[in-house]
């Protein structure tokens, strides 16, 4: 029966990676249960280890220094979030829990801002009261132009009747 | 009792001794692995470089495991998900790396045992691409198993 199943291939293809999840997880079980299919399991990745060891390339001198340089950067980058996450342990600013999840209250920048409603009809005033201003500005602005047009007319009457 | 290793996340010092430590090891077997799948010898070390800068902290502790056997094929286990990618892109089905091993496997062994080791196909995929039924690829995947065991022993 366990000969049986050694024999059926199985073994074979979880080594090569092509075993389903189903036949993994029966063989994981009798690996466990069976010494010999763990024997024969021992036997194939041996196996696949002699082969690499015949297709072995070995890599560039310089490969292990960019893979070591890849992970002092990922270092570099974990320590400079550490802090920030410290600190956040240290004053959490939560607003509470639910089922174990902790959430952390966000404070965003906004640019707008909330004020009561009866503030429009303030609003309103002054945008209307602002408009009368502008139309007396204008209106007097006018009225003194045509003054002082009328006075320097006056004035040219006068030097001319005066000789 | 060899005392199992712990990688948490914030330990990565060991982390990165973890990954030169097979580095050290591995990495010939692996890029020889790598350059079969991919077939470009400067494509394939850069993926040796993601692979080993990608392994995270339960990864290594998966590979390292004793339960789960061989450390290096767990390795490259881990590298041929890594590859599932590269592996999709693959559309010819008879290439037939030089070597005293599968040299010795006759075409239709190098076809199955090529197919699923070096591009990630499945039993079913190859049965269907070889008009034969699973059982029968699972059998000519032991046998090429039987000759490179012949050849190791």
């Known amino acids: 029966m366990i000969q049986q199943y050694i024999n059926s291939g199985i073994l074979e293809a979880y080594v090569t990676g092509s075993a389903s999840e189903k036949e993994v997880e029966e063989l994981m079980r009798m690996k466990t249960e069976y010494p010999e299919v763990s024997r024969a399991l021992q036997e194939l990745e041996a196996d696949m280890e002699h082969l690499a060891r015949h297709m072995a ?55 707008f801002m909330r004020i009561h409603k009866a503030w429009k009809w303030v609003f309103a005033a002054v945008f209307i009261l602002g408009k009368v201003f502008l139309a007396c500005a204008i209106y007097f602005y006018l009225e003194n132009r045509q003054a002082q047009q009328q006075l320097q007319e006056i004035k040219t009457e006068l030097r001319k009747i005066k000789p | 009792m060899k005392e199992q290793l712990t990688y948490t996340e914030t330990s990565l010092p060991s982390i990165k001794q973890a990954k030169q430590s097979l580095y050290t090891s591995y990495s010939g077997m692996l890029l020889g692995y790598i350059v079969e799948v991919v077939k470009d010898r400067t494509v394939a070390e850069k993926y040796l470089i993601d692979i080993f800068t990608g392994l995270q902290a339960n990864d290594i502790q998966d590979i390292f495991n004793p339960d789960n056997g061989s450390v290096y094929c767990r390795l490259q286990s881990y590298a041929r998900k890594q590859l599932c990618q590269v592996h999709n892109t693959i559309t010819d089905r008879a290439v037939q790396p030089a070597n005293r091993v599968t040299g010795l496997m006759n075409e239709e062994q190098q076809l199955v045992f090529c197919g699923l080791h070096y591009h990630g196909k499945s039993i079913a995929q190859l049965a269907n691409e070889l008009s034969k039924d699973e059982y029968t690829i699972r059998q000519i995947l032991k046998q090429s198993f039987n000759i490179i065991r012949s050849n190791r022993k």
């Open chain 1, 57 to 111: 390339v070995e890599p560039p001198a310089r490969t292990w220094d960019k893979i070591s340089d890849s992970i002092d950067e990922i270092m570099l980058r974990n320590k400079h979030v550490q802090p920030f996450i410290e600190k956040e342990e240290a004053n959490p600013r939560s607003t509470g829990r639910d089922n174990g999840q902790q959430y952390i209250e966000v404070e965003a920048e906004s640019s």
